[in-house]
């Protein structure tokens, strides 16, 4: 049957696709826009598997907070290209997305794909942009987080975020130094919060890394293990959040700082996504 160029406009409107793939869908369909519709959605479908194999290493992170920042979501929905990052659609898409995590709470990535935007899942929705844009896209990560005070950072480039959970909050308005916080672990990314949060694995492999180290170096057997442990305390003085030397004020701490901004502050908990 003839499509009217009408009839084309009319269902790209409804779908956003492409015009050519809008004629292919109607004529396929027999005219039928619920069945042209379905079409486009399975388009995606194979779009999305062809390309499953793609790395997203480009997107954008995206926070939500509740009223009384008590609470907060973080997710990475991300993608092929920088240029699609910037895309209207793709970034329209990614804080619905946001917005459904901090009103459902989903208890992981595969239940974020789950959850419901109108009529249609998650899913559905990023595998119909998919159809639409012509990359591979996914929600890569999902994180949350609560305590008397949560802040949040996103560095510039929106492919880097952060939380923070604070504790000793009193009547103190704490958000600026929960903001310094997150620039902190943004740059410095450390490994835990305090030197009682590392991985065992890690520490044992650190011990034995300066162990070896002090070995090349020809120190005496019977010293190996006072040298490592040596070794361990400053990995955790650079890589534990709490003892790093807070960057804008070297002289001093994590835990120093915070603990000027009002007596007893401290971190009870942070997350940290990067895309690419």
Not at 6 to 18: F, P
Not at 157 to 165: D, F, R
Request: charge should be negative.
């Amino acid at each position: 049957m003839a499509i009217t160029a009408q009839e084309v406009n009319k269902l790209r409107q409804m779908t956003g696709a492409g015009m050519m793939d809008c004629k292919k869908a109607l004529v396929e369909a027999d005219g039928d826009f619920d069945k042209a519709i379905e079409f486009l959605r399975k388009k995606g479908q194979k779009l999305s598997e062809k390309r499953a194999d793609r790395e997203t290493k480009e997107g954008s992170v995206f926070v939500r907070m509740n009223d009384d920042a008590s609470s907060a979501i973080m997710i990475a929905f991300t993608c092929e290209t920088d240029f699609v990052a910037k895309n209207d659609d793709f970034q329209a898409l990614g804080k619905e997305i946001a917005d459904a995590a901090m009103a459902n709470s989903p208890a992981d990535i595969a239940a974020v794909n789950a959850m419901s935007l109108g009529d249609l899942s998650v899913e559905t929705k990023v595998t119909e942009l998919v159809g639409k844009i012509g990359e591979k896209l996914a929600v890569t990560a999902y994180e949350s987080i609560s305590g008397e005070q949560v802040a949040s950072y996103i560095h510039s480039n929106g492919k880097l975020g952060v939380l923070v959970a604070m504790t000793g909050v009193g009547t103190a308005d704490v958000s600026e130094a929960g903001k310094d916080v997150g620039m902190q672990i943004a740059a410095m990314n450390p490994v835990a919060l305090d030197k009682d949060g590392v991985d065992s694995t890690v520490v044992e492999k650190e011990i034995e890394i300066g162990k070896e180290q002090a070995r090349q170096e020809g120190k005496p057997e019977a010293i190996l293990d006072k040298i490592a442990m040596g070794k361990l305390n400053k990995f955790f003085q650079e890589n534990t959040l709490l003892s790093q030397s807070f960057v804008k004020e070297p002289k001093q701490t994590v835990a120093k700082y915070l603990d000027t901004v009002n007596k007893g502050l401290t971190v009870s908990a942070f997350k940290r996504v990067s895309i690419g």
